[in-house]
C-alpha cells in the first residue's frame, strides 16, 4: 500500500512547491515628470508588476532628502478587464484596493486577500502621483538636477523603463536635451539617473530653490567677522603692551655683578625662581635646600651607583641644628623630609615613607613663596579686572541660540554645524593651551605667541571661507551662529593669554629671566664669571642640566676637586689666577657640594629628593571600531519597491 503512494505523493510535491514560490518583476515601467517654475518636480509612474504567489499587494519606497518636501497625491489601478482607472483609497489594508503609508516614507497597497488564490504571472498596472519640492540643488558650478527616476533597492527585473521628462521654460537646459530617455531593461538594483545642469532664466530666484544665505548678506558677515578679528587682536597686543609684556631685556653688557645684588640675590634663591617663570616646584625645592646646606642647617651626601653614562644619585641630608630654630616653609620642608626624631633622610627613604600617600615637596612652598613674592615691593600685584570667560561665554550662548534657530529652520545645517563645531574643536583646544603656557612667558615672547596666533588665525579662515564661498548653503542664522561660535573660541584663546599682573611685576619678572639669560650664556663658556654662591640661583632658575653640561665639557677631574661635605661658605667660581691657562677649577673647594663632578651628583640628586612621590594608581583600564543606469546613491529620488 505504502509502495503504491509513495510514488503519488513524490510526484506532487514539486507542483506543489511551484504554486507556493513568489516571484515578481516588472514587465513596463513608464514615468512621465514635470520640473516647474516653482522647482518642483510633478512624477506620474506607471507601473506594471507581475506578481507570482502568495503576494498581498505592492510597495514603493521613496526616499525623501534633508531639506525636500515630499507630497503623495494619488494611487490608481487600471482595470484588466475594462481597462477602467480604480482610485485607491487611503486606509486599513485589509481591503483590497486600500493603501496606507508607513514608517520612512514606505507605501503599501493591497493587491489580494490572505484567503485568495495566489497569483500566477498576473499583471497589474498601478498609476502613483506625487510630486518633490526643493529638488533642483545648487552647487559651486550653478544650478543642477540629479534624480533617481525608479527605485535600486528592488529584487526584481524591469524589462522595459521609459521616462518623459519636461521642463518648464524658466528653466534653460543643455544642448540636444529632448528629454526622452528609454532603457530596455534595469537588471535588480539598479535604477536610473538623471543629471542635467540648469540655467534659471526667470525673474529673481528661483523660489523653490535653497541657495542659502544671500551673497550680499554673507559679505556683510564676512565683513563684521573680520573687524571683530582685528579688533580683538588690536585689543590683545594694547593690553600686553601695556602690561610691559614686550618690553625689552637687560642686555647681558649691563649685567655684573652690582646688578645681580641689587635685583637677584637680594632675593632668596627660591623666591627668585617662582618669581621668574611663575611657578613653584621641584627647582624651587632644590634651590632651597641647596641654600639650607649652603647656610650650614643640613649636610648633604650623595652616593652614585650604576652605569657611568646613566648614574643613579642619592642624596644623603642631615640635619645640623635644631629644628625648632626653623621657621616658615623651612621648618615644613624638614618636617616633611625627616621622619619625627631623626637628624638624616636620604632619596630613598623618602620614596618608601611616601610609597602609599605621595608626596609634593612643592606643595610645602606653595603659600609662602607666594607671599614672600607678593611682598616684595618690585613685584606689584596682580591685576583686577573682570572676569575674562563672560565674553567669550556670551558669545557661546549666543552662538547657541542661533544654531539652534538654524536648525529649525534647515535640518541640515544642524549637521553642517556641529561637524564644523567638532573639527574646530582640536584648533581651539590646541591654541587654548598654547596660550595658557605662553602667559607666564617675559622673554621672547611675539615669537612664541605664534603658537597660539596661527589656530586663531586658522580659525578665522576656515569661517571666512564658509562666508565667502557659501559652501553648504548654510542658512543665515547658522551662518550668524558659526561666526559666534569663531569669535568666542578667539576671545577665549587670547584671553588664556592675558598678563595676570601689573606692569611693574613684568618689568620684575623681566629683570629676572634677564639674569637666568646671563647665567646660561656664562654656562656656556669655559670660564664663566660666576661664583659658588651662585649655585642655588642657578638651580632655581632650572639651570641644573646647563650646570652638568658644563663641567662635563670644561670641568676637571673629579679627583683634583675636593669632596668636602661640611657644609662650609662658597668659594669664587670663576674667578682666575693669571699663572695658569685654564684659570679656574669651578666650583673649587665646593662648599656644601664637593666640587666637580660631586656637584653634578648633588644637582641630579637634589633634583630627585625634589620631584613628587606619586601614589600608586587606584584605577585601570582595559581595552576588547544625462540619463543613465546606475547602481549606487547620492542623488535625489530612488527608494525601494516590490511586493510584501
Partial sequence: MLATLLPAVLAMVPERAEAQSRTLDWPSFVVDARLDSAGRLHVLEAQTIRFTGDWNGGERQFNVRSGQKFVFNTLRRIDSATGDTITLTKGELDEVDHYGFGDGWTLRWRSRLPDDPPFQDTEITYLLDYSYERIVQRTDSGLYLDHEFGFRDREGDIRNFALTL???????????????????????????????PLTWLG?????????????????????????????????????????????????????????????????????????????IGPPEVSAALARMVGEGKLRSRVESSGWKRFPVHVLHLT???????????????????????????????????????????????????????????????????????????????????????????????????????????????????????????????????????????????????????????????????????????????????????????????????????????????????????????????????????????????????????????????????????SGWGGFSGGGGFAGGGATVAFGAAVGAMSASVSPPSSSGSSSSGGGSSSSSGGSSGGGGGGGW
Fill in 319 to 581: 640635619l645640623l641644628v635644631d629644628r625648632d630654630s626653623l621657621r616658615g616653609y623651612e621648618r615644613v620642608l624638614v618636617d616633611k623630609l625627616f621622619s619625627a626624631g631623626t637628624t638624616h633622610t636620604d632619596t630613598e627613604a623618602i620614596r618608601k615613607r611616601y610609597a602609599s600617600s605621595g608626596f609634593d615637596p612643592a606643595f610645602a612652598l606653595q603659600k609662602p613663596l607666594r607671599s614672600l613674592l607678593d611682598a616684595h615691593p618690585d613685584s606689584g600685584s596682580k591685576v583686577k579686572r573682570a572676569p575674562l570667560w563672560r565674553v567669550p561665554l556670551g558669545l557661546a550662548l549666543g552662538a547657541i541660540v542661533l544654531l539652534v534657530l538654524g536648525g529649525a529652520a534647515r535640518v541640515e545645517d544642524t549637521a553642517v554645524a556641529l561637524v564644523a563645531c567638532a573639527l574646530a574643536a582640536p584648533l581651539y583646544l590646541f591654541g587654548f593651551s598654547q596660550a595658557y603656557v605662553w602667559r607666564a612667558r617675559v622673554s621672547h615672547p611675539l615669537p612664541h605667541a605664534l603658537r597660539f596666533f596661527v589656530p586663531a588665525f586658522a580659525l578665522a579662515v576656515l569661517l571666512l571661507q564658509l562666508l565667502t564661498t557659501g559652501r553648504f548653503l548654510l542658512g543665515p542664522f547658522t551662518l550668524g551662529g558659526l561666526l559666534l561660535v569663531a569669535l568666542a573660541y578667539v576671545t577665549s584663546i587670547h584671553n588664556a593669554a592675558r598678563a595676570r599682573y601689573t606692569p611693574e611685576r613684568m618689568l620684575f619678572r623681566k629683570r629676572l629671566a634677564s639674569a637666568r639669560r646671563y647665567f646660561a650664556d656664562e654656562l656656556d663658556a669655559k670660564q664663566p664669571r660666576l661664583e659658588d654662591a651662585w649655585y642655588p640661583y642657578l638651580l632655581a632658575f632650572g639651570l641644573g642640566k646647563q650646570v652638568d653640561r658644563w663641567f662635563r665639557s670644561f670641568g676637571p677631574p673629579a679627583s683634583t676637586v675636593g669632596t668636602s661635605t661640611d657644609g662650609s661658605s662658597f668659594s669664587t667660581l670663576g674667578s682666575s689666577s693669571g699663572s695658569t691657562s
Fill in 203 to 279: 525673474a529673481g530666484a528661483p523660489a523653490g530653490v535653497w541657495l542659502g544665505t544671500p551673497a550680499p548678506l554673507r559679505q556683510v558677515l564676512a565683513g563684521v567677522f573680520g573687524a571683530a578679528f582685528l579688533l580683538i587682536i588690536g585689543r590683545f597686543f594694547a593690553v600686553e603692551t601695556r602690561a610691559n609684556r614686550f618690553a625689552p631685556m637687560v642686555p647681558n653688557e649691563r649685567i655684573d655683578t652690582p646688578w645681580l645684588q641689587e635685583h637677584v640675590f637680594s632675593l632668596l634663591p627660591e623666591v627668585a625662581g617662582a618669581a621668574w617663570d611663575d611657578k
Fill in 166 to 196: 519636461a521642463v518648464d521654460d524658466v528653466w534653460g537646459t543643455p544642448d540636444g536635451f529632448t528629454g526622452r530617455f528609454a532603457q530596455a531593461s534595469l537588471p535588480a538594483y539598479e535604477s536610473f539617473l538623471v543629471n542635467i
